[in-house]
Nanobody
Framework: QVQPVESGGGLVQAGGSLRLSCAAS????????MGWFRQAPGKEREFVAT????????YYGDSVKGRFTISKDNAKNTVYLQMNSLKPEDTAVYYC?????????????WGQGTQVTVSS
């Protein structure tokens, strides 16, 4: 099974920016959509953004609208999450996930996550 692999996390000051990448390990993504999610310590996993491979349709969680942008590069089979105006409450492990063509937005293939820490 193709696995998402995240990269690009790190430590940044509040107001700064980071760009996360999600590439495929072990093949090519054949999913309908890709998603970014995050989980902070002691909190439930939170939806961040999704994008479809074919049409580029995007959806965002309310807490990141206007600050984060999800994008894709079909040729590189890679999805990105550009995070601007970062806040300390954006600190979390960020996960990339893929759904399947048979179950849209049922994300069942997950990466190992990348840590994003925003200092105040």
């Amino acid at each position: 099974q193709v696995q998402p692999v995240e990269s690009g996390g790190g430590l940044v000051q509040a107001g700064g920016s980071l760009r996360l990448s999600c590439a495929a390990s072990g093949g090519t993504f054949s999913s309908y959509a890709m998603g970014w999610f995050r989980q902070a310590p002691g909190k439930e996993r939170e939806f961040v953004a999704t994008i479809t491979w074919s049409t580029g349709d995007t959806y965002y969680g309310d807490s990141v609208k206007g600050r984060f942008t999800i994008s894709k590069d079909n040729a590189k089979n890679t999805v990105y999450l550009q995070m601007n105006s970062l806040k300390p409450e954006d600190t979390a492990v960020y996960y990339c996930a893929a759904d399947s063509q048979s179950k849209w937005y049922d994300f069942n293939s997950w990466g190992q996550g990348t840590q994003v820490t925003v200092s105040s």
